[in-house]
């Protein structure tokens, strides 16, 4: 019994040390729309007691944000939210993928990466400052939406609050990590040129006036 518990541990350190780390992409990629999209989710508690999951995902070179409500955090959940975010721009052609070693990041989901020929790259164990444009916009999003609108009951009632904050988010919501640029304006600029040269007009923000880095 001792030598299967032993085996199992080397196992599955063996296979952690063969996970490519999210240092190995190749700095053009930084800079490429879906050339590195991060991946998290947020555990929530509901008016209620109800427990919800929201998957998230954010382009490096744009900061573009999509997000989603499930019922359950599972690998599966997570093929199904990439394949959610890869029917919208610039999700469509991603290049690496990096997550957590969360179990819902491994399994159905590694596979579905193969089959889709996306490179997975991990943040060291325990390392949320590794992966911090997902941990810093789960953050904005706490205190842009949840701490100003509150939670919803149902599922369903909180994917259409956060579907309309993503909307402005992308669309209005100017960052000071992109120039006071939209996610949206620097994905047509880079489609063009990899060079920002103009600032967007003022945009009125109508959750807070707080941007983000």
Known sequence: MMNLKRHKKVHKRIKRRNRKHMYTVPKDMYKTPGGLVYLDVKHLLLTGGL?????????????????????????????????????????????????????????????????????????????????????????TIIDELYLQQGLAIKREELNIKLQRYVTYYNTKRRHFGLNLLTPQRKLEMLQLSNTVYCFPQEVPNQYTNVYVW
Do not use: C, M, W
């Open 51 to 139: 427990k919800a999951y929201q998957f998230v995902s954010i382009d490096h070179a744009t900061r573009y944000l999509a997000t989603k409500i499930y019922s359950r955090i599972t690998s599966r959940s997570t093929v199904e939210f990439l394949g959610y975010i890869q029917k919208q721009e610039p999700f469509t052609t991603i290049e690496y993928i990096g997550t957590d070693n969360g179990s819902e990041f491994l399994g159905e989901f590694e596979k579905a990466l193969k089959e889709k020929q996306v490179l997975h790259v991990f943040s060291s164990p325990r390392s949320p400052k590794q992966n911090p444009f997902v941990e810093r916009v789960i953050r």
